[in-house]
């Protein structure tokens, strides 16, 4: 059974950082794709970032590029969103999420093409 686990959500301030963290257990992960997705109050959610099998090509959300960068460790089934100069509207729930079937990127909400998902972890951004 695949197991997503996401950490490192909390409260921060404007301008901020935080790392989000995301331990993948019961399938080696080093094939699959893996990413972040995001939903905020009252809305729908929002696909963040996503990184292929082996390092390779990432991808990102017009409203991240430059501020937020995603990264493996394939070695410990990790995946990291590194978030810099955070804004109130990135405030919202945000989920780890995983596709071993070949994923492509996928612009198509609710689940952005993504098989397997965590139970999220709340950042909150203040002004």
């Known amino acids: 059974q695949v197991q997503l686990v996401e950490s490192g959500g909390g409260l921060v301030q404007a301008g901020g950082s935080l790392r989000l963290a995301c331990a993948a257990s019961g399938r080696t992960f080093s094939s699959y794709a893996m990413g972040w997705v995001r939903q905020a109050p009252g809305k729908e959610r929002e696909f963040v970032a996503a990184s292929m099998w082996s390092g390779g090509r990432t991808y990102y959300a017009d409203s991240v590029k430059g501020r937020f960068t995603i990264s493996r460790d394939n070695a410990n089934n990790g995946v990291y969103l590194q978030m810099n100069s955070l804004k109130p509207e990135d405030t919202a729930v945000y989920y780890c999420?995983?596709?071993?079937?070949?994923?492509?990127?996928?612009?198509?909400?609710?689940?952005?093409?993504?098989?397997?998902w965590g139970k999220g972890t709340l950042i909150t951004v203040s002004s």
């Open positions: 999420a995983a596709d071993g079937r070949g994923w492509t990127y996928s612009n198509s909400p609710p689940n952005y093409g993504m098989e397997w």
